[in-house]
C-alpha cells in the first residue's frame, strides 16, 4: 500500500517570501502521479500542481514549482513571492497509474501554511 | 471547465435521521465519483468509490448500510448518511474524475458540513 508523509504540520512566513513544504511517500510502482492540492478555509480542493513519474523534469505553475526527486521518494512544493491568499491547507497526494477502473487519491497528512503581512 | 457541483453546502439535523448529499459534475461526464470524509484539521479520508450502474466499493471500516452510495447516472452521485447521530457529524467532499480518461486528477466538490443534534 501507498503512503505519503508531510512532516510539517504547521509553517508560517512572511509575505513575498519563499517557502518550501516537505513531501515524502512510499511506494514499490514505477509508474505513478503526486499532487499538490490546497484548502484554504471555505474549504474548497483546489489542484496547485501535479507531476508524472516518468517526466524528470519538474512541475512548475507560474510561482509555485515542485523538487521531484524520483529515488528518494520526495516531493515537495515550492511557493516563491508568497501572498497572503496563499494561507491554506497544503495536501500531498499519491495516485498510482493504471489502464483501467478506479484511481484513488492517498492523501498526506497535511501542512497548515500561513502567510503573514 | 470540470466543475463538480456539491449540495447542500451545509446541514443540520436531528439525531435519528437520514441525509441525502447530493454530488454533481457539470460541464463533464463522470463514471467514477470519490467520496471522502474529513474531521477539523485532518486530511481526507476515502469512504468510497462510486461507479455509474454498479455497487460503489467501500473503504475498509465503512459500514456500506450507513453510507449508502447511489450513482445512477454519468453526472450525479448521492451519499445518504442512514440514521445519523453525532459522531457521523463531519466533513464531506466529493470528486469526480471525467469519463474516458485515465490518469487525470480528480475534480472536487466545496463540501458539505454535516451537523448532526
Known amino acids: 500500500a501507498q503512503t505519503v508523509t508531510q512532516s510539517q504540520p504547521e509553517m508560517s512566513v512572511q509575505e513575498a517570501e519563499t517557502v518550501t513544504l516537505s513531501c515524502t511517500y512510499d511506494t514499490s510502482e514505477s509508474n505513478y502521479y503526486l499532487f499538490w492540492y490546497k484548502q484554504p478555509p471555505s474549504r474548497q480542493m483546489i489542484l496547485v500542481i501535479r507531476?508524472?513519474?516518468?517526466?524528470?523534469q519538474n512541475a512548475t505553475e507560474n510561482r509555485f514549482s515542485v523538487n521531484f526527486q524520483k529515488a528518494a521518494k520526495s516531493f515537495s512544493l515550492k511557493i516563491s513571492d508568497s501572498q497572503l491568499g496563499d494561507t491554506a491547507m497544503y495536501f500531498c497526494a499519491f495516485m498510482k497509474q493504471v489502464i483501467q477502473g478506479a484511481q484513488k487519491l492517498v492523501f498526506g497528512q497535511g501542512t497548515r501554511l500561513t502567510i503573514n503581512p | 471547465g470540470a466543475v463538480v457541483s456539491q449540495h447542500p453546502s451545509w446541514v443540520i439535523c436531528k439525531s435519528g435521521t437520514s441525509v441525502k448529499i447530493e454530488c454533481r459534475s457539470l460541464d463533464f461526464q463522470a463514471t467514477t465519483m470519490f467520496w471522502y470524509r474529513q474531521f477539523p484539521k485532518q486530511s481526507l479520508m476515502l469512504m468510497a468509490t462510486s461507479n455509474e450502474g454498479s455497487k460503489a466499493t467501500y473503504e475498509q471500516g465503512v459500514e456500506k448500510d450507513k453510507f449508502l452510495i447511489n450513482h445512477a447516472s454519468l453526472t450525479l452521485s448521492t451519499l445518504t448518511v442512514t440514521s445519523a447521530h453525532p459522531e457521523d457529524s463531519s466533513f464531506y467532499i466529493c470528486?469526480?474524475?471525467?469519463?474516458?480518461?485515465?490518469?487525470?486528477?480528480?475534480?472536487f466538490g466545496d463540501g458539505t458540513r454535516l451537523s448532526i443534534l
Open positions: 507531476q508524472e513519474a516518468y517526466k524528470q
Open positions: 470528486s469526480a474524475r471525467v469519463a474516458g480518461l485515465s490518469n487525470q486528477p480528480q475534480h
